[in-house]
């Protein structure tokens, strides 16, 4: 059966949506995942899909049609796997659903930015802009369901969108000793996080994973980038994050050595 399929870097949050998506729908083989190595250039005949631009995930469909952007991606499979729906019902919550979830792009950047950070002066106010996201999901989530768990009665599109980003920031828990305060503030959207972060559907990467693959990303160099001193990506296969380490956590003070991360 010919099926869509979706080139993806595995550990990256927004193809993580539309894993979790298929999870939800019982249908993670309805698309065939092509893995990309982000550490490698990026192929031409794959260049030439997406006319010149390197982001994934991409989407081909059978006939060929390609579809950038997770969000995009994910309401496409969402209506082209129709049953079982889990976007909401009616358009008021779908308009709650969409309001909530029109802040990921700058909740993921916050988040990015911060573990990126190579300037020490620099984290606290990275901290701030970081929390002051989270403590508007807390007042969305007390707006619309104060007393529950998710957004709605069911874990949905808004968690699905959110969670593979609160995964990634396992990286600031580590390198930048991040954690919620626990205050008022705060106290619903932990609460929601917590349960998104332990959800069934939502199970693609573990913790350890993360912090070994994006050391790099805590060092200042994004998206298989090379850091200073260094021949190999802690985003290679090879060797498994298994088999690694857990890198130093001093980020600001130097850069690990290949052989310190494992990786040769
Ligand atoms: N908006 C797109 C989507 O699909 O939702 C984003 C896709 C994307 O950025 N993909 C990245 C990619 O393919 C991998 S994940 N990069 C390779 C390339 O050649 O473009 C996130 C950040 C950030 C830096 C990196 C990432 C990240 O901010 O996870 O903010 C959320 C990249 C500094």
């Known amino acids: 059966m010919p099926r869509p399929v979706i080139y993806h870097i ?12 298929l999870e939800l729908k019982g249908m ?109 999901l807390d007042d969305m989530l007390c707006q619309y369901n104060p007393d529950g ?28 000793g991040f954690a919620l305060p626990q205050t008022e503030r705060f106290a619903r959207v932990a609460r929601w996080r917590d349960a998104c972060l332990e959800h069934t559907a939502a199970q693609q990467v573990s913790r350890e994973e993360i912090i070994k693959l994006y050391y790099d990303y805590a060092v200042g160099s994004g998206n298989g980038a090379l850091p200073e001193g260094r021949q190999r990506s802690t985003f290679v296969f090879e060797p498994h994050w298994r088999d690694r380490p857990m890198p130093p956590k001093d980020k600001y003070e130097r850069i690990a050595t290949d052989a310190e991360l494992g990786l040769i």
Not at 10 to 21: A, G, N, T
Not at 100 to 119: D, K, Q, W
Not at 151 to 176: S, V
Request: net charge negative.
């Open 28 to 136: 993670r083989d309805a698309v065939d995942f092509q893995v990309v190595d982000i550490t490698l250039p990026r192929e031409a005949w794959l260049l030439e899909k997406t006319r010149g631009t390197t982001a994934l995930p991409v989407l081909e469909t059978e006939e060929g049609g390609i579809l950038k952007e997770s969000l995009v991606i994910m309401r496409y499979v969402e209506e082209r796997f129709a049953e079982p729906q889990i976007a909401r019902n009616t358009p008021y919550e779908r308009g709650i659903e969409r309001l909530f979830i029109s802040r990921e792009g700058a909740f993921g950047t916050a988040g990015y930015l911060y573990v990126m950070n190579r300037a020490r002066e620099k984290a606290a106010q990275m901290r701030e802009t970081l929390l002051e996201h989270y403590a508007w």
């Open 149 to 176: 768990i998710w957004l709605f009665e069911r874990f949905g599109l808004a968690e699905l969108a959110y969670t593979p980003l609160m995964m990634r920031f396992w990286f600031l828990e580590y390198y930048e």
């Open 10 to 21: 595995p550990v990256c949050p927004f193809s993580q949506r539309v894993e979790i998506l």
